[in-house]
């Protein structure tokens, strides 16, 4: 008997097991001998050991006797306690789709043969976008085969003969007529049913019952969203009777919020982003060009935390107005809309945009950077940090008059999914799914809740902690100056989107930092570890091998 291979398990399956070998071992004997097997009534009745009972085997549905529908889920996530979105069969952590396939293998809305063993492809499954570890979505799209309440079409009866004349014959009752299936309002309540079985912070938003034809969650999107958020300060200023901190960077913490503006808008239309990102070798990638249609910095509305230590004299940029203070900290994201983005795209933009803020690098620096001429080789510089990072939306326009449009930054898609969203059903039994004390959205409020006491009781002991070490904020307005080196002077505090600034000695500006190799270079090096020539000759090959399968098709 060959061992099993564990490697595409679910944790859940794999926990299971275990618990199974456990009863197993339980149940046999210390020292087992062979007994004869026990007659009685003509039935065969194995000898158990006492005090133990045969564990419960779940019944399995017979796939046959239901049918089945092509449909699109929208759905959310907070990605923070995730390994990522796509199933990752040695990951340390549990991934989203892994919660989604247990969701789905529970609800019997698929039939794999093993529910143990992550297999999508038994569903016509895709999905629009690959969000990495600790990433969160508003707006994923899957697409995915379901079991369906339409009953399946019956068999028709067999004629029945014709009687002879002068035999009775009984009155036959009339057929009765039943009711056309309503794909919506007859259909599962897909959201309700998932969101039972999902944890708190993954929900299904939404359904389309009726996606388009040869419809791909992938390919058929044409626009997709991001957000980055972040805070103003970036992290706690220190007191200080200066505006800055000495290198020619704005105050520490704080951030410009104007030239972050202005560097955003640098990105939008068609550019060469192999500067801004990270190269995957084993890709092969020769495009690095994408198309932005719009980005920007927008402030949230009516999110604010007041804390008014930060804005006090010292601690606050010596243009400061008066009429702000209250309002602080406030917070605010970068808004990106884009066709495709490369590997780790966003988090390198937001990067760029950071050191910018920071007063590091002028805003002309995305121009420069976007210039594979004045750049031909990426700066070694840091990727901002992936928690406040949202995939915020997917956008599948009609696919015809999208594609006879050329990309441009001016391009604005409508998103034409016909979505049916968990609580706007007309069905009563559909909309308590969404409502009440068991519903998601008060499952959703729990997990608001619990997160805004931490906000609310950290910011409280924040500010308390910031009055009672008040004479420092006092000496720094009396012009005291704190007592440091030329060492501590220079050195800066790096805001990389994380919850602090990251200590980082003396900053080296773009042009002076270390230069990493070239796409090509590390695609070359790539290809000749794998036994190639160079990554042309890679690239061959594997093209030779997609046609060699395509022929064995045909």
């Not at 419960?56 to 549905?61: D, I, L, N, S, Y």
């Not at 994923?140 to 009953?151: A, H, L």
């Not at 230590?309 to 009429?323: C, E, L, Q, R």
């Not at 976007?370 to 997917?394: F, H, I, Q, S």
């Amino acid at each position: 008997m060959e061992p099993t291979n564990y490697n595409s398990w679910t944790k859940l399956g794999l926990m299971e097991r275990v618990r199974q070998l456990e009863a197993e071992l339980q149940r046999r004997p210390a020292a087992p001998e062979p007994e004869p097997a026990a007659q009685q009534d003509g039935e065969t009745k194995a000898a158990s050991t006492p005090g133990t009972t045969k564990p419960k085997v779940k019944r399995k549905m017979d796939p046959s006797k239901y049918s089945t529908r092509f449909i699109a889920l929208k759905l959310a996530y907070l990605g923070k306690n995730y390994g990522g979105f796509e199933f990752q069969a040695m990951g340390n952590q549990t991934t989203i789709e892994e919660e989604l396939w247990n969701a789905l293998t529970k609800a019997c809305l698929i039939f794999p043969e093993d529910d143990k063993i992550v297999d999508f492809n038994i569903c016509e499954y895709s999905k629009c976008g690959r969000t990495d570890r600790g990433v969160s979505a508003f707006g994923q799209v899957i697409g995915i085969r379901v079991r369906s309440n339409k009953p399946l079409p019956k068999e028709p009866k067999p004629a029945v003969e014709e009687t002879t004349a002068g035999e009775d014959t009984e009155q036959q009752e009339p057929e009765r007529k039943e009711k056309p299936f309503d794909p919506v309002a007859d259909e599962i309540p897909y959201p309700a049913v998932l969101n039972r079985l999902l944890p708190p912070d993954i929900r299904i938003l939404a359904w389309c019952p009726s996606p388009p034809p040869d419809f791909s969650a992938r390919f058929s999107c044409r626009e997709r969203q991001y957000r980055y958020f972040f805070t103003q300060p970036a992290f706690s200023p220190e007191p200080s009777s200066g505006s800055s901190s000495g290198t020619g960077a704005a105050k520490p913490g704080w951030l410009d919020i104007g030239a972050m503006r202005d560097a955003a808008k640098r990105y939008e239309g068609e550019q060469d982003f192999r500067n801004v990102c990270k190269v995957d070798p084993a890709k092969l990638i020769t495009n690095w060009s994408r198309t932005i249609f719009e980005s920007d910095i927008v402030e949230v509305e009516d999110v604010a935390t007041a804390l008014p230590y930060i804005t006090a004299a010292g601690f606050s940029p010596a243009d400061f107005k008066d009429a702000d203070r209250k309002s602080f900290p406030k917070v605010y994201y970068f808004h990106v809309r884009g066709s495709a983005f490369l590997w780790h795209q966003i988090r390198h933009m937001v990067a760029v945009l950071f050191l910018v803020g920071q007063g590091f690098e002028k805003p002309s620096i995305v121009t420069e950077l976007l210039d594979v001429n004045k750049y031909p080789r990426k700066p070694g510089y840091t990727m901002a940090d992936e928690v406040p990072l949202v995939l915020w939306d997917c956008v599948f326009p009609n696919l015809t008059a999208a594609d006879e449009t050329p990309l441009s930054a001016s391009n604005k898609h409508v998103d034409t999914m016909q979505w049916i969203y968990a609580g706007a059903e007309n069905s009563p039994k559909a909309r308590a799914g969404q409502f009440g004390p068991y519903g998601a959205l008060d499952g959703m409020w729990k997990t608001w809740r619990e997160h805004k006491m931490d906000e609310l009781l950290s910011a409280q002991l924040l500010q308390l902690m910031a009055e009672q070490a008040s004479g420092g904020a006092q000496a720094a307005e009396q012009g005291e100056k704190p007592q440091s080196n030329k060492k501590s002077a220079l050195s800066v505090r790096l805001y990389e989107g994380g919850n602090t600034g990251r200590p980082a000695g003396k900053y080296v500006p773009m042009e002076k930092k270390d230069k990493l190799e070239s796409p090509d270079e590390l695609n070359d090096k790539y290809a000749r570890r794998k036994g190639f020539i160079d990554a042309a000759d890679m690239r061959a090959r594997r093209n030779e091998g997609k046609d060699a399968v395509m022929q064995d098709d045909e």
